[in-house]
């Protein structure tokens, strides 16, 4: 028995240190069987969700994609074009094909962190393995899609992304439900592996229903010079979702950028945050939050920065909008430096729409409603990322899409 | 400037305002008739800036006396952007900024025409960039000026309001700004405050107010009461038989 699966075990019954506990045995482990097939022919209903969340089924618009429905591995292809700088498998493909996975599974993530990390190891149903080769440019986005269509199911994934040294992608991750599902559980566990002057873009879109539990579990590791930029982006109600993603910025003049918009609506509870761990010179951290509250969410935007070495630099920055006198934002920043030299520093604002703001839209002929709708979209605007121009645009359509139904 | 129209668009009668229960504006009567530019001067704390915002609906100015009416209809109770859509508009001295929200979005949502907004674009000597920027973010003080200009050219409203559009701008934006303003207000009706008067270069006005303690002291001939306000300041203003009859009132019935 793996050692990992020993460790996890422990760790069954061991609740989060946030968000509320879920019992996880309430959810079965047995949905629906796909067949493998391309993404094309996938049920029209599965498609227009998954679009939604930025995957498509044209796959010249992307190098290579990943498609699970429940547990099963439905897709897995890299574009010819792109065939020999990117490999995609699933990840119990990948620790049968190469002896080294050990020396990355579990390594940025602790599998005994909490009964969602352990169900993850205890229960694996599947995840994705994308490595882009040393000195490869994947110009294309990649794209890959975990989908729940059976009601009432536990999804426990466990992804490995390794960017070899010199290489650039930029991964775009859709997570959603079928509109028949209810309720449900998604863990994802995530670890990134960052090398040496390669540079990663990774886009996470979330699309669930107010009764679907979410707890993805992530990390990175940045070498020498390595970028790692994460961008979440959250629009529709959820039951709860909790998450805080760590970077550790190892290598010298390593860099992350952490990136999200939350539109919290319903009873949406959502905790998340990023933290950045500073530990070589040179190294720099950046977390931009945008979070926006209405009905009856809770959100608790978090931020955490940490400086090990003298030479680093971070900064984080969270404005939440509360759109209902209902709703919470909790903002939560938290600088620790632990090297005289390290600078750090934060910049939180929470509160209503200003008036004048309104007021000055209306002056240009615009409706109350309009010009409320427009601060809003406004406050989600991504191009506050500083993204490449085509995952830019691509993004924008997302927000387009999720916003429009949503406002 | 000779004009053949005689109807008012704007008439405010015996008003009086009130923000968070302090009075702002008291028993102010103006009549501007159709096609007509008239000036506003006064002193810091006037009452200036809050004449603009009554006369365009921000819900704070509350008046609680005497009515406005605009192009014969009475408005003084209407949203700000019903008042818009009869036809006036406002250049603001110090806009909002509004993260994420673009000047580019703005003028297509007022002008609806890429070629147009382009055309005026060039004509307010804007670059192009600024059209991609968030409004008002990070604007120097010219900038914030000639985006708003370009907004109400836009906007193409019938009356114009302009609060300040000469202050904080250099000698060559200041220019072309007057110019464009002289040119815009040619064709339509204006109420235009000025602090120093630099824009009084370059725009032909019709008729300037005087607004001291709350209140419009003083009416006539632009040039002339500029004239004296700069060699005397506003104290002359306040010489004036009507202002002092003006004050008498105002210490028999004290403001609140």
């Known amino acids: ?407 | 400037m000779t004009h053949v129209l005689t109807s008012n668009i704007l008439e405010m009668r015996n008003l009086t305002v009130k923000v968070s229960g302090k009075k702002i504006l008291n028993k102010v009567d103006l009549e501007i008739p159709e096609g007509e530019v008239h000036v506003l001067f006064g002193p810091n704390g006037s009452g200036k800036s809050s004449l603009l915002m009554t006369i365009l609906g921000i819900p704070s100015y509350k008046v609680v006396e005497g009515s406005i009416l605009f192009k014969g209809k009475d408005v003084t109770h209407m949203p700000i952007n019903e008042r818009v859509k009869l036809g006036m508009s406002v250049a603001f001295q110090n806009p909002p900024v509004i993260r994420g929200v673009k000047l580019g979005g703005i003028l297509e949502h007022l002008a609806a025409n890429k070629k147009r907004i382009d055309t005026l674009m060039e004509k307010v000597k804007f670059p192009q960039e600024f059209l991609e920027r968030d409004i008002n973010l990070g604007f120097s003080g010219g900038e914030v000026k000639k985006s708003e200009i370009i907004q109400i050219l836009a906007q193409d409203s019938d009356f114009v309001m302009l609060d300040e559009p000469d202050s904080g701008v250099d000698v060559e934006n200041l220019q072309i700004i007057g110019n464009i303003i002289n040119s815009m207000l040619s064709e339509k009706s204006a109420l235009l405050i000025t602090h120093q008067g630099h824009i009084l270069r370059y725009v032909n006005a019709d008729k300037a107010h005087v607004l001291v303690n709350n209140s419009i002291v003083c009416s006539g001939e632009p040039l002339n009461i500029l004239t004296q306000i700069l060699n005397e300041g506003y104290g002359w203003c306040m010489k004036c038989p009507k202002a002092m009859k003006m004050q008498q009132r105002q210490e028999i019935n004290p403001r609140h």
């Open chain 1, 1 to 407: 028995m793996p050692k990992s699966y020993e460790d996890a075990a422990k760790a069954r019954d061991k609740p989060a240190a946030l968000g509320p506990d879920i019992d996880v045995s309430k959810f079965s482990s047995n949905p629906k069987v796909w067949n493998f097939c391309p993404i094309t022919l996938l049920p029209e209903d599965v498609l227009k969700r998954a679009y939604e969340v930025g995957i498509v089924a044209d796959d010249q618009s992307r190098s290579g994609s990943f498609f699970q429905l429940d547990h099963s591995v439905t897709s897995k292809a890299v574009q010819k074009m792109f065939e020999g700088k990117v490999e995609i498998m699933s990840t119990s493909e990948a620790i049968e094909k190469y002896d080294w996975m050990k020396d990355y599974w579990w390594t940025a993530v602790k599998v005994d962190a909490d009964k969602y990390t352990s169900l993850a190891e205890l229960k694996q149903n599947q995840g994705y393995f994308i490595r882009i080769f040393e000195n490869q440019k994947v110009t294309l986005p990649l794209q890959a899609c975990l989908f729940v269509s059976t009601d009432n199911i536990s999804q426990n994934v466990h992804n490995v992304i390794i960017a070899e040294p010199g290489s650039e992608a930029q991964l775009i991750t859709g997570c959603t439900t079928h509109p028949t599902v209810n309720s449900g559980l998604h863990i994802g566990v995530s670890e990134f592996f960052v090398k040496k002057d390669a540079k990663l873009t990774f886009t996470m879109i979330h699309n669930w229903v107010p009764g679907f539990h979410v707890r993805p579990r992530s990390a990175a590791i940045i070498e020498d010079n390595g970028v790692f930029v994460s961008n979440f982006l959250c629009f529709k109600p959820v039951k709860s979702l909790q998450m805080y993603p760590v970077a550790y910025c190892r290598g010298v003049n390593s860099r992350v950028s952490f990136n999200s918009i939350l539109y919290g609506t319903k009873d949406s509870y959502i905790d998340t945050g990023a933290k950045v761990v500073l530990q070589n010179e040179g190294t720099r951290g950046e977390i931009i939050a945008r979070t926006i509250a209405t009905d009856n969410a809770q959100i608790y935007a978090r931020g955490f920065l940490q400086g090990e070495h003298d030479l680093s630099k971070a900064h984080l920055e969270c404005r939440g909008l509360l759109l209902s006198s209902k709703a919470s934002i909790y903002a939560v920043p938290e600088l620790l430096a632990k090297a005289q030299g390290s600078e750090l520093s934060h910049e939180a604002a929470v509160g209503k729409i200003a008036e004048e703001q309104v007021q000055y839209l209306m002056a240009r002929g615009f409706t109350e409603d309009e010009a409320t709708a427009l601060i809003v979209r406004g406050f989600m605007d991504i191009s506050i990322f500083g993204l490449p121009k085509n995952l830019e645009n691509e993004i924008r359509r997302m927000v387009d899409i999720t916003a429009t139904k949503t406002l």
